[in-house]
Each structure stands twice: as structure tokens, then as C-alpha cells.
């Protein structure tokens, strides 16, 4: 039995790597918060979740997630005018998870932000449809698992009745009892831990003005990594690949060139150093969001110009 709920486990952990949307708040969840009614709120983030009438978003900070009702009357536009203005209408339905953008709206009667409008990239909508596409089939695969799992937790319950049973009638089975209840309780945790993610190292490769191409610096620091990470014991890790430009020129060309960056570290790991496309989580391109540093100064800029490579472990996966 106990390598049967291994097996599911294994299977579901398929599933968490392609689903790390996220990557960049895979391990800062955090509880939904309330927005009083009536108080008007403008939030900028990135979709989780989706249901019929409402979404989960979490801010880009990591720092705060909100759940966000629709209704027939909420304008649901994209920003092909400038940054979140004019744009085309679109249906609720193409509010993807994945998906970067900014809501308004007030706090209704269950805390949650009654969105009056919706506003969003298209070039992030493509890249939320191309995410979406790679976990539908994965999701499929995993519900149709969740059968056998059920399976396996009423199985486990049965087990342990009987093994409690025989513990009671002879003495020299409790020991055999013990060891089953220690693999159930391991098995339990690990499927518990497969959303959860713990932070293990950042490594951050610097870009020339306007390039994505890895220069000699960028691929000594990778390289470097790279000899390190092969001296740890990397069960249950996962690579999330996360691009970023400064201030320097328009928006919309530096949303890109940081995607190209993260691109082309990618590529070097794989090509360089051989890292398996299981380990990726989506990458993505956050532009010039989240700047370490002021883009007011030269130096300042220049380390805003990165492609960050965040190793995480999965709990669930690493057993932990």
C-alpha cells in the first residue's frame, strides 16, 4: 500500500512543476485579504486561481492575495494603448491564470473586491494561454488520479484499524503497528507538502544595456552555480527563471527583452549544463517591475538589467 500512495505522489509532483505560475510567490503564500465594503481599491498582480464568477490574484510583491468578483457589467479590456489604457474588450473568460493585471473596484459584503474593471497586456495574455495549455492536460491526468488516491486513504484507514486491532490481542505486533503508522504519516505530509516550496538560493546574472545575450560574466556566474548545485542533494528541486530590464526605453519592448533574457538563460542551462525541462517552472518576463535598485543612476540600472535563477525545493516532493 505504502508504494502505491508513493506512486500518486509521484504523480501529482508531475503536476507542481509545470504549475509554479507562480514561481515568483511559490513560497510567500499568504491568506486572502479583506477589503472592507464600499472602499474603493486598485490592485496590480498576477491570477492564481479561477472560478465561475470570481479569480484569486496575488500582488507582485508577494506580500497580499485578494479574491476578485466579476459581474456581467465589469469591463474587461487590454492596455494595446499604453500601460493598462484604451485597448480592446474582451470576455471574462480570457482572464487566465497566469495572467498580470490591474483591477478596480470596491469591497463587497464578503470582503471581496467587486471588480468594476479589468486591464491587462496582450502579450502577457499570450503567455497566459501558452501556461494554460501546458496545464490542462497535466490537471486532467491528475484528477483522473484522485480516484485511486481516495482509494489508497480508505485502504491506509482500514489497515490501521486492523493493525490496531492485533496490537490489542498480541503484544509482539505492536512493533510491525509503529512502522505502519510512521510510513501512513510520511505519506500524508509529503502529499500535504506539494504546494509548498522553500526558498534555497538566488543567483542573479547581469545583461548588457538593450542585450539579451549572455555575456562572459553572466556565464561565469551560472557556471559557478552550476558546480555548486552538483554537490547537493537536489531531490525535489525546482528552477524558477525570472527576467527584468531597467527604465531604459518603452515598456512594452522591455517587457520582451526581459523575456528573451530569461530565455536565453534557459537555454544555456540546458544546452551548457544539461538541467531537465522537469525541473523548470514557467518563465517569465516581469520588465521593469520589481527593480532592485533606483533607475535614476547608471550603476543603479545596471543592476536592475538581470535574469534571476531562484532554486526552490518542493516539501512534498524532497519528503520533507
Known amino acids: 500500500m505504502r508504494n502505491n500512495i508513493l506512486k500518486i505522489v509521484s504523480a501529482i509532483a508531475c503536476a507542481v512543476v509545470l504549475v509554479g505560475i507562480g514561481a515568483v510567490q511559490a513560497f510567500a503564500q499568504t491568506d486572502t485579504k479583506q477589503v472592507p465594503a464600499g472602499q474603493e481599491l486598485k490592485v496590480l498582480g498576477i491570477i492564481n486561481t479561477r472560478g465561475a464568477e470570481t479569480f484569486t490574484m496575488t500582488t507582485l510583491d508577494g506580500a497580499d492575495r485578494y479574491v476578485v468578483h466579476l459581474d456581467p457589467a465589469t469591463s474587461v479590456k ?41 486591464r491587462f497586456n496582450e502579450q502577457d495574455l499570450r503567455t497566459a494561454q501558452s501556461l494554460e495549455s501546458r496545464i490542462d492536460p497535466v490537471e486532467q491526468q491528475v484528477n483522473s488520479n484522485s480516484g485511486r488516491l481516495t482509494a489508497a486513504e480508505e485502504n491506509a484507514k482500514r489497515m490501521s484499524g486492523q493493525i490496531e486491532e492485533n496490537a490489542a490481542m498480541a503484544a509482539s505486533a505492536k512493533g510491525t503497528a509503529d512502522e505502519a503508522l ?29 542585450r539579451y545575450a549572455i555575456g562572459p560574466q553572466g556565464k561565469a556566474i551560472i557556471d559557478e552555480a552550476a558546480a555548486w548545485v552538483r554537490t547537493q542533494n537536489t531531490k525535489g528541486w525546482m528552477v524558477a527563471v525570472v ?34 525541462l522537469t525541473r523548470l517552472v514557467q518563465p517569465f518576463g516581469a520588465g521593469v517591475d520589481q527593480p532592485v535598485a533606483t533607475n535614476d543612476t ?19 516532493v524532497a519528503g520533507e
Open 78 to 118: 487590454s492596455n494595446t494603448k499604453g500601460v493598462f489604457r484604451g485597448g480592446e474588450n474582451y470576455g471574462a473568460s480570457y482572464l487566465l491564470r497566469g495572467l498580470r493585471v490591474e483591477v478596480k473596484g470596491r469591497g463587497n459584503a464578503s470582503g471581496e473586491l467587486a471588480a468594476t474593471s479589468v
Open 298 to 316: 547608471a550603476e543603479g540600472r545596471a543592476q536592475n538589467r538581470r535574469v534571476e535563477i531562484r532554486l526552490m525545493v518542493n516539501r512534498g
Open 182 to 210: 510512521l510510513s501512513a504519516n510520511r505519506a500524508n505530509t509529503r502529499i500535504n507538502g506539494l504546494d509548498e516550496f522553500d526558498p534555497i538560493k538566488t543567483i542573479v546574472v547581469p545583461f548588457a544595456t538593450g
Open 243 to 276: 527576467g527584468f530590464a531597467d527604465t531604459t526605453g518603452k515598456s512594452t519592448a522591455n517587457k520582451t527583452l526581459s523575456e528573451r533574457r530569461a530565455n536565453a538563460v534557459i537555454g544555456y542551462l540546458v544546452s551548457k549544463h544539461s538541467l531537465p
